[in-house]
């Protein structure tokens, strides 16, 4: 299986602020990754695809990046309703293994 | 607009089956253009990916689930199915079904809203 490292695990941000988070892959995967937003009680909702599209309807201070085996999702600037858990997953094959995600938490 | 929606019993006795239906409602199942999904999460944990099938019949299956797992589907009512055998507390989790677009690899861009399977005695 293919590893999905995510860092930070958490981090707290104010309301403007440039917010990063990482994912490493334990091996090429091209640009097969996609990030996912995940509020507290409900399904997680899908954000960017192939690392850097956006899924329709996404604001677009989401932005991803990256290729190989390293990723990052940016959100700048952070909006009070992005507080919130973050996971990535590798797409490249199955099974599609997810990050451990990164909690976005007000400072 | 596709809806997705699980349903099925909320508590499993250990060592029985686990069976959640998924009915896809807005859009047909029968599209070629997508896998369905199941994806489970326990409690304050992260997302586990299940598996997934086509309705050409074509499933693949985490391997760490592999022996227990099956994922099956019913164009004729617009369904999709898990079963998962000899549970434990370990298989205690909210369960997602879900779209995968065929085109993107893996990539999941509808959810059900979730079921909570408790496994227990």
């Known amino acids: 299986d293919i590893q999905m490292t995510q860092s930070p695990s958490s981090l707290s941000a104010s309301v403007g602020d440039r917010v990063t988070i990482t994912c490493r892959a334990s091996?090429?995967?091209?640009?097969?990754v996609s990030w996912y937003q995940q509020k507290p009680g409900k399904a997680p909702k899908l954000l960017i695809y192939?690392?850097?599209s956006l899924q329709s309807g996404v604001p677009s201070r989401f932005s991803g990046s990256g290729s190989g085996t390293d990723f990052t999702l940016t959100i700048s600037p952070l909006q009070p309703e992005d507080f919130a858990t973050y996971y990535c997953?590798?797409?490249?094959?199955?099974?599609?293994?997810f990050g451990q995600g990164t909690k976005v938490e007000i400072k | 607009q596709v809806q997705l929606q699980e349903s099925g019993p909320g508590l499993v006795k250990p060592s029985q089956t686990l069976s959640l239906t998924c009915t896809v409602s807005?859009?047909?199942?029968?599209?070629?253009?997508?896998?369905w999904s199941w994806i489970r999460q326990p409690a304050g944990k992260g997302l586990e990916w299940i598996g997934r099938i086509h309705t050409s019949g074509s499933t693949n299956y985490n391997p760490s689930l592999k022996s227990r797992v099956t994922i099956s589907v019913d164009t004729s009512k617009n369904q999709f199915s898990l079963k998962v055998n000899s549970v434990t507390a370990a298989d205690t989790a909210f369960y997602y079904c879900?779209?995968?677009?065929?085109?993107?690899?893996?990539?999941?861009?509808?959810w059900g809203q979730g079921t909570l399977v408790t496994v227990s005695s």
């Open positions: 807005g859009g047909s199942i029968s599209s070629g253009s997508y896998y």
């Open positions: 091996q090429s995967i091209s640009s097969y």
């Open positions: 879900a779209r995968t677009m065929a085109a993107v690899g893996l990539t999941i861009d509808c």
């Open positions: 192939a690392a850097s």
């Open positions: 997953q590798q797409t490249y094959s199955t099974p599609g293994t």
